[in-house]
């Protein structure tokens, strides 16, 4: 089994979900919608499911509300494909017409790429497993309180302990670190997701403005 990234180094990575394969678009389809006919389908479970689990963890996260998001991981968003080219696939308002609601866009990235997104991934699923810690302390004291109760156990401190004021000073327990993970993760996602030629062009324009400036 040979590496992803051993025979191109830096290329597309286009997530997929599709019920079946007939659906994936075809080399002439794909050449016409985003000028390119060079690349490959994987089954996104195959030999390289590793790099794209990390990519569906990503979008996960990026898509979910940190207060039900699952974090691990098979917390992923389900794809069936992907596609590899080294072309840095750009997206287009005709392609997402008939492909957005099965496509889930590209990440043009070599190793070193899905290397750091990893490390950024792990701190951001650790500093929402510390909050979650936490959340789960008033539920746990007011088992406590039942559990003493039943089996007539006494303890004052169990007894009177004041959950509301528990959740009111652990309320923002871990959010600046779980915010900045967070950004850290978008900036990635930022750098390396697909761009339509208009943003393009916009940071053109954008930079041939602050060259004349």
């Not at 929402?128 to 004291?141: F, G, L, T, V």
């Not at 039942?146 to 006494?154: C, F, H, L």
Request: overall charge negative; some cysteine; hydrophobic content about 35%.
């Amino acid at each position: 089994m040979y590496d992803l990234f051993e025979k191109i180094k830096k290329g597309s990575i286009l997530l997929w979900n599709v019920a079946d394969e007939k659906d994936l678009p075809k080399r002439k389809e794909m050449n016409r919608l985003l000028g390119t006919d060079e690349f490959t389908y994987y089954k996104t479970h195959g030999h390289h499911s590793d790099y794209i689990r990390k990519l569906g963890r990503l979008k996960n996260y990026l898509t979910t509300d940190p207060s039900e998001v699952k974090t691990g991981w098979w917390a992923q968003i389900p794809t069936s494909h992907f596609l590899f080219t080294s072309h840095e696939i750009e997206s287009n308002s005709f392609f997402l017409l008939k492909y957005g609601h099965q496509c889930f866009g590209s990440y043009f990235v070599d190793r070193s790429d899905i290397e750091n997104l990893e490390k950024l991934l792990r701190r951001y699923e650790q500093v929402m497993q510390i909050s979650d810690e936490i959340k789960n302390w008033p539920k746990r004291i007011e088992g406590h309180k039942e559990e003493i109760k039943r089996d007539g156990i006494e303890d004052s401190v169990i007894e009177n302990f004041q959950i509301a004021r528990l959740i009111e000073i652990t309320d923002s327990y871990g959010k600046q670190a779980i915010d900045h993970a967070m950004q850290e993760l978008v900036a990635w996602h930022d750098a390396h997701f697909w761009k339509n030629k208009k943003s393009q062009t916009s940071i053109q324009n954008s930079q041939d403005e602050a060259s004349i400036v």
